[in-house]
């Protein structure tokens, strides 16, 4: 199976090298073209003041908007995002579509106040994406306990997930 190319663009807060890593992470990780962008949108449009977060179906409408291609295209911020009947999430998709966005604002120990971790907070950035960009394959939660499409609430929920689609998974992916 020949998979889509994937645009990881960064809409700020993330060093070059890291965004260089992470791109390389997921290739290897999927077996795809990962093609790196950084953009910048003025984030104050989709700033909710009564829950001071972002919100993430505006700034997924604004990616699909930015790109209208053939693409997947994941959308990386550092701002904690909320969908209305949610408080927070790490991350959403358009199921089957080509667009993603994924926070790593919450996915920082120091967020919990606990220790930085560097490697850490990169598995669960990597994690994230993948999952994510999974439902842009059309690939929906997974109750099995490793899988990368298995649903996070907490941050400790990705920790036990792997960065890879079980057997079950990656054969819907066939």
């Not at 890291?18 to 073209?33: H, Q, R």
């Not at 990169?122 to 099995?144: A, D, M, P």
């Not at 990368?148 to 689609?165: A, G, L």
Request: hydrophobic share 40%; glycine share 6%.
């Amino acid at each position: 199976m020949v998979l889509p190319q994937i645009v990881l663009v960064s809409f700020g807060g993330f060093e070059k090298k890291f965004l260089n890593k992470l791109a390389v992470a997921i290739g290897a990780e999927v077996n795809a073209t990962v093609l790196l962008k950084e953009e910048y949108i003025d984030l104050n449009v989709y700033f909710d003041p009564s829950r001071r977060q972002y919100n993430g179906d505006l700034l997924l409408k604004k990616v699909e908007t930015m790109y209208p291609d053939d693409h997947k295209v994941i959308a990386l911020f550092n701002v904690d995002l909320f969908i209305p009947i949610l408080t927070y999430i790490f991350g959403q998709a358009t199921l089957n579509g080509n667009y993603a966005v994924v926070s790593a604002y919450r996915l920082e120990n120091e967020r919990y106040g606990l220790k930085a971790d560097k490697t850490l907070f990169f598995q669960r950035v990597k994690k994230e994406i993948v999952h994510e960009w999974g439902h842009t394959l059309g690939l929906i939660h997974c109750n099995s306990p490793r899988c990368v499409m298995r649903s996070s609430t907490y941050v400790e929920d990705i920790d036990q997930k792997n960065s890879q689609f079980c057997i079950h998974c990656f054969n819907q992916l066939q």
